[in-house]
């Protein structure tokens, strides 16, 4: 079954979806949390759980999107 | 400087070259290298460190409890880093990371390890929570 957008999916605009929603300084804070003392594939894999739990309705491929989005906005270039 | 470079430097051990090859060859080891593994591993990537060094490197960090020295009963040594050994509880609400350490959590892996007849050589764990409110 294709994974189709739900009216909670996030548009990526953490400005916009911060103040539906406390997801995204959430998710930040985990990886944040934790990029410092583990590999970046633990930090990423963290934030998307705690995505998962403010967004259960969220099929796993949005969800992972969404988060990829938000971390690599977040990254340092 | 690495963050087990500074952790030497605050228990007094002056950071050398050779010591930080080393402590290299320590810090991205997967196994329990004995002296002579070390000593293999660090003449790769420097090839003026002698076994002396080695051995004194190993001793003066066992001293300073930044290793552990394990015995195997192979009538030698083997060696691994002394990590700050931790895990998180990551609150699922806010994203909030708490970091903790159990002593009882980490025998009970090494005696489910044991009970499956292997020897506990890595692990990860992550707890996930919500805060309970009083």
Not at chain 1, 5 to 12: A, E, I
Not at chain 2, 20 to 33: M, Q
Request: with cysteine; hydrophobic share 35%.
């Amino acid at each position: 079954m294709p994974c189709a957008p739900t009216p909670h999916n996030h548009s990526g605009d953490p400005a916009t979806d911060g103040s539906r929603c406390k997801c995204h300084r959430a998710v930040m804070q985990a990886y944040k949390g934790l990029i410092d003392d583990q590999p970046d594939s633990v930090a990423r894999q963290v934030a998307l759980r705690v995505y998962r739990h403010h967004h259960p309705e969220d099929c796993i491929t949005v969800a992972r999107l969404t988060v990829e989005r938000w971390v690599n906005e977040g990254a340092p270039h | 400087m690495t963050d087990l470079e500074r952790r030497c430097s605050e228990a007094g051990l002056k950071m050398t070259g050779q010591r930080k090859t080393i402590l290299e060859v320590l810090g991205t080891a997967k196994d329990h290298p004995s002296v002579e593994d070390v000593y293999d591993r660090a003449k790769q990537l420097d090839d003026s460190i002698s076994i002396a060094t080695v051995y004194r490197t190993l001793s003066l960090l066992d001293e300073l409890d930044l290793v552990i020295r394990h015995e195997f009963q192979e009538g030698y040594s083997r060696y691994e880093l002394n990590w700050d050994h931790h895990h998180h509880l990551i609150d699922l609400d806010t994203g909030k990371v708490v970091e903790f350490q159990n002593d009882e959590l980490e025998a009970l892996k090494e005696k489910i390890a044991l009970e499956l007849g292997y020897e506990l050589v890595d692990h990860r764990l992550e707890l996930y929570g919500k805060k309970i409110k009083k």
